[in-house]
């Protein structure tokens, strides 16, 4: 029997809260990390995508953090992209009762973000561009940060972002907590353990490269003409959709024709400003939009459950994008249908991806899709925000 939130030492008004959201028993990840994180230890984790890494960080941040003072958060997360940050602040702020969580990043004005910081915030979500930003600006102090959070470290270093990280890491409390994530724990990770970290434990769940079996997996041959006419079959049959184009002006052109076609589609690409981009995925996350057509820079990060059907409308670089791509769907236990599509002269490229990924489906002509009831949505943390807000007297008890 895996142990319940509480006998892992959660407080009550916490469980409560998840319970309200619809989580009751931890998934793995958060068996093994919630218990030693609340001790204070420091923790390097990897488990696949989806597997709840965020409240197995969340949950011990929002039972622990001090209260903040103007312009002193007391918790750090660190985001490799603004969509991953905003997505954290608004995962834990549906748990967090009277701490106050806000993220920071690029793309998006200043004001409002110093505003916030000048009036108190206990847990800080935030892109190291902006943050590095907002310090040079005297917006924010980050000296009374003792718990600090590295999410998808890998994916921060793929990013260039590893420079700035450790000169964030260096204004924080030297006596401090570290807890890092990272789908790998090889190379540049291992040296920020190694310079950052105290005696961290390790904790590692399911395999080291993700589990991509959990999806259904089709490479389907297309001429150039019949591409857009397969991907919008798929689209129809399977529901919520993420179709991946190579570059910013194919993903503009497929969401165009798309929507011709009377499909609901919209791109989204580094080429957005942020707020368009933001606005974008919520309407992705409502169903407003049934396919997202993104560019690999847009798609790191994105978290959204019930994604029905990831499509390589391009193919992916190499097996790593692949995999990164294809991990979109089939999240938190559900199925989900990724297709490839595959164009003459790119069966050998597709057959290496496959080998690499022991992926041994037969590369054939499109195939009709059982149509399927599209997976529940996912529900809405901002329903669940705020409800049981007390004032922050509680904070005496901290
Ligand atoms: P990861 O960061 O590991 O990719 P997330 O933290 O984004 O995964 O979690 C994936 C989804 O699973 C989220 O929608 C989250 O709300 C949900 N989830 C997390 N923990 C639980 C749980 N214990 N029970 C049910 N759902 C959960
Ligand atoms: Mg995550």
Redesign the pocket.
């Known amino acids: 029997m895996p142990p319940t939130f509480a006998q892992l030492g959660v407080p009550e008004s916490i469980c409560r809260a998840l319970k309200r959201n619809?989580?009751?028993?931890?998934?793995e990840?958060?068996a093994a990390v919630i218990a030693d994180a609340m001790e204070g230890r420091d923790i390097c984790g990897r488990?696949p995508?989806?597997?709840?890494?965020?409240?197995a960080f969340g949950i011990p941040l929002i039972a622990n953090v001090g209260q903040a003072r103007p312009r002193r958060p007391r918790a750090l997360i660190l985001s490799p992209t603004r969509e991953l940050a905003d997505q954290i602040a608004s995962?834990l702020r549906s748990i967090s009762g009277p701490i106050t969580v806000e993220a920071v990043y690029g793309g998006v004005g200043y004001a409002n973000q110093r505003k916030k910081l000048q009036r108190g915030v206990d847990i800080l979500v935030a892109c190291p561009g902006r943050l590095e930003d907002l310090i040079d600006q005297r917006a924010v102090s980050l000296h009374e940060v003792d718990q600090v959070v590295i999410d998808e470290a890998d994916r921060m270093a793929d990013m260039g972002f590893l420079p700035a990280v450790r000169r964030i890491l260096g204004q924080t409390a030297s006596q401090r907590q570290t807890v890092m994530f990272s789908a790998t724990l090889d190379r540049d990770v291992a040296k920020l353990t190694r310079d950052y970290q105290h005696r961290p434990i390790t904790h590692e769940v399911g395999d080291a490269t993700p589990d991509i079996k959990a999806a259904d997996h089709r490479f389907w041959t297309v001429d150039k003409t019949e591409r857009v006419g397969v991907c919008i079959d798929a689209v129809t049959a399977s529901g919520p959709t993420i179709v991946f184009c190579r570059t910013r002006h194919g993903s503009d052109r497929l969401a165009r024709q798309f929507t011709q076609r009377g499909v609901k589609a919209a791109a989204i690409h580094g080429g957005h400003a942020q707020n368009r981009r933001t606005r974008t995925l919520k309407e992705f996350i409502d169903g407003r939009v049934e396919a997202l057509i993104a560019t690999d820079v847009a798609a790191r990060g994105i978290?959204v459950?019930s994604v029905a059907c990831v499509i390589h409308f391009d193919p992916p670089e190499d097996h790593k994008a692949y995999l990164h791509r294809s991990g979109r769907t089939a999240?938190?236990g559900q199925t989900g249908l990724v297709v490839s599509l595959v164009q003459n002269g790119q069966h050998a490229d597709a057959k290496k991806i496959q080998q690499k990924l022991g992926l041994h489906e037969p590369i054939t002509s499109p195939r009709r899709l059982e149509h399927s009831a599209a997976p529940a949505r996912?529900r809405n943390p901002a329903q669940h925000r705020q409800k049981w807000r007390k004032p922050r007297s509680r904070a005496s008890s901290r």
């Open positions: 619809g989580i009751h028993k931890p998934f990840i958060q488990a995508t989806g597997s709840g890494k965020t409240l995962e978290h459950d999240r938190a996912r």
